[in-house]
């Protein structure tokens, strides 16, 4: 069962969310909060497994509420869901710890999967938003890559080289091109990076990279 906190101050939005959660099998709503401030507070009393969080919220918004459960109550999973789709509020979700950042077009059953994907530990981006972050990173200069070191995570430093080489939106051949091995070897190194990070694939391993400080 995976017990969910509903964080959407309006009351609407988070009725049709609990109609919806209500009818899975191995989903139960465990609370409702209005505001950032409360759902922190809700976390700290239910100790759900899973946070389904707005970014616009009253007194405390989304992402500081974010921030402050995973400071403090690390393993509950923070699945943000917007209308907003900015660059920056999206980093910023990211980087404060969510594992996930869906907009409120969703389809319900998608939205269903991409409950019970972070909650198996995988990361869910909404696919318009992943290209736009890999176009963001492809900006980031090269100290990034210094930084990236420092929190290796048990990756080898070739390994790390090839993960802030995908976060800045590379290709397998373009990284191929510039360690001057064959594109085979890329990939198998993507492979146990995907591996030892807990991924399935290129835009989670992105999300993960941003969240973790190997690009900033």
Sequence with gaps: MI?????????????????????ETDIKVVG???????????????QPDLVLMDIRLPR???????????????????LVLSAYED?????????????????????PTNLVRAIRSVRS??????????RRLLERLSMVNARSAGAAHIHSNGLTPREV???????????????????????????SHLRTI???I??????????YALRKGFVR
């Excluded at 101050?9 to 009725?15: E, F, G």
């Excluded at 409702?32 to 239910?46: F, N, P, T, Y």
């Excluded at 405390?60 to 923070?78: L, N, S």
């Design 3 to 23: 017990n969910v906190l509903l964080v959407e101050d309006q009351c609407l939005v988070r009725c049709g969310l609990r109609a919806l959660l209500d009818r």
């Design 32 to 46: 409702e909060a209005e505001d950032g401030e409360e759902a922190v507070r809700m976390v700290r009393e239910l």
């Design 60 to 78: 405390v918004d989304g992402i500081e509420a974010t921030r402050r459960i995973k400071d403090t109550h690390g393993a509950v999973e923070v």
């Design 87 to 107: 660059d920056e509020t999206v980093f910023q979700a990211i980087q404060a710890g969510a594992s996930g950042y869906i907009l409120k077009d969703i389809t």
């Design 121 to 130: 530990g995988m990361s869910t981006v909404h696919p318009g938003i992943t």
């Design 161 to 187: 080289e090839i993960l802030v080489g995908i976060a800045n939106g590379m290709s397998s051949r373009e990284l191929a091109a510039k360690l001057f091995v064959s594109e085979s070897t890329v990939k």
């Design 194 to 196: 995907y591996r030892k």
């Design 198 to 207: 807990n991924v399935r694939d290129r835009s989670q391993a992105v999300a």
